[in-house]
């Protein structure tokens, strides 16, 4: 595997996506592959929306998803794995961003999480399922 292994995590659910971050880090050893990890930090959308807020809302925001990213991380893996962990904080809608990383970056798999339990039988969430049909790699979704 040449590329790196994506794993999209989502920071607003705490510890939800351990079990995600710790089948993406089995997957990139199997292949000898750099982990990355990304989550993504919506944007505001519509103008009118956006102009309630100011820049620097933004970039506190954006730190504080890092933040967060690297804890949940370093939860998962452990210290030494999260250090050698590329961590990846986008801005925009979860799908789009974490399909335009995996391109841009050359990612062999993308690992996802399946978020809706009320549906698991039935239905993936919205972004995994996106993340599914529209991928140029492979997809290994996690229950």
Request: with cysteine.
């Amino acid at each position: 595997m040449t590329g790196p292994v994506l794993c999209a995590v989502d920071i607003s659910n705490e510890n939800r996506d351990i079990h995600v971050l710790e089948e993406a880090a089995r997957l990139a050893g199997l292949y000898g592959a750099q982990l990355d990890v990304i989550t993504v930090v919506p944007d505001y959308g519509m103008s009118v929306v956006s102009n309630f807020f100011d820049k620097s809302h933004h970039d506190k925001a954006v730190g504080e998803a890092r933040r967060r990213l690297n804890d949940l991380v370093e939860r998962a893996l452990g210290a030494e794995a999260n250090a050698k962990v590329r961590h990846i904080v986008a801005t925009g809608n979860a799908y789009e961003e974490i399909l335009h990383v995996a391109r841009a970056d050359g990612a062999r798999l993308i690992v996802v999480g399946a978020h809706k339990p009320d549906f698991k039988d039935y239905l993936l969430g919205p972004n995994a399922s996106r993340i599914v049909r529209h991928s140029d790699c492979s997809v290994h979704v996690v229950r």
